[in-house]
């Protein structure tokens, strides 16, 4: 099997720097879900060979997600069950609307396991953000389906040996310390509160430009800056830093519309990390 995806593509989706054995796994099942949706035509319906390696990719990192226990898929389909009554747009109960022979055994859908209706909504919201179509994007057609169905038969087979990433888990529900320090004097609390800072920061810069959940939102920000920099006005560092943390933080064009902030409140509400999303002073700023 060619390799098309390498390593730091993948963990350019993570906020670390540096790989391990569980990255490496993550970067060949990358490629191997690559070759399914080329074998599928998939890889057909995008502009450039970059795009379609990102679908790759994000059908993998969810997969990494599920395993690893992030919850940010999870919370996903809580909220589309809580706002629309199904787990996920479209594809939860295709089958009782449109009859297909590539849908007919598709299993029930199961919000702890892996879903064949998950890899179809990635394979059409990823076509749709990475086109940037403004139109309606036809949600079903052959190739879909099948592509579909050769991703997610690689994802069923890897479901009871695939590693946990534990690095990733740890980050997004993990608060940062300071070893030896216990907070006890002036000087440490304020430290902490930096710590946490900088952890918020770089945490919200990293789900929203960089996670699988977000396909999209690191082209809208280049393409952005770059039309200012085109502009009569031009664009200074000063500005353009400006205009990454507005997006980062107020922009809407997540799945569901909902800011990442408003994301992470609701992914990490169980984990420890939940105190850095609640602190009222940065709240008024995101809000």
Not at 13 to 33: C, F, Q, S, V
Not at 118 to 131: A, E, G, I, M, R
Not at 222 to 235: C, D, E, R, V, W
């Amino acid at each position: 099997m060619k390799k098309v995806i390498f390593t730091q593509e993948w963990i350019a989706l993570h906020p670390y720097e540096k790989a391990d054995e569980t990255d490496l796994y993550y970067t060949e099942l990358a490629n191997e879900i690559y070759h399914a949706l080329d074998e599928a035509c998939y890889t057909h319906n995008f502009k450039n060979m970059d795009e379609a390696k990102q679908l790759a990719l994000s059908i993998a990192g969810y997969f990494e997600d599920v395993i690893s226990g992030t919850g940010i898929w999870k919370t996903f389909t809580e909220e589309c069950k809580q706002r629309y009554g199904t787990y996920i747009p479209f594809y939860e109960k295709e089958s009782e609307f449109i009859k297909s022979t590539l849908n007919e055994d598709d299993p029930a859908y199961d919000p702890e396991e892996i879903n064949i209706a998950d890899v179809k909504f990635l394979l059409w919201h990823h076509y749709q953000q990475s086109s940037f179509v403004q139109e309606a994007v036809p949600f079903l057609f052959g190739t879909l389906e099948l592509a579909a169905k050769l991703a997610y038969n690689i994802l069923d087979r890897e479901y009871e040996t695939a590693p946990e990433n534990e690095r990733l888990l740890t980050y997004l529900s993990e608060m940062p310390e300071i070893e030896g320090n216990t907070e006890t004097t002036e000087e440490e609390i304020e430290k902490n509160k930096e710590l946490d800072e900088i952890h918020r920061r770089d945490t919200l810069a990293w789900f929203h430009y960089g996670c699988y959940f977000n396909v999209g939102n690191q082209k809208r920000l280049q393409f952005t800056l770059q039309q200012m920099a085109n502009s009569p006005q031009g664009l200074t560092e000063p500005l353009a830093y400006s205009v990454q943390m507005e997006m980062t933080i107020a922009g809407r064009n997540n799945l569901l519309a909902l800011t990442s902030y408003e994301w992470l409140c609701k992914i990490c509400r169980n984990m420890p990390t939940h105190k850095l999303w609640e602190d009222e002073e940065f709240r008024k700023k995101a809000i």
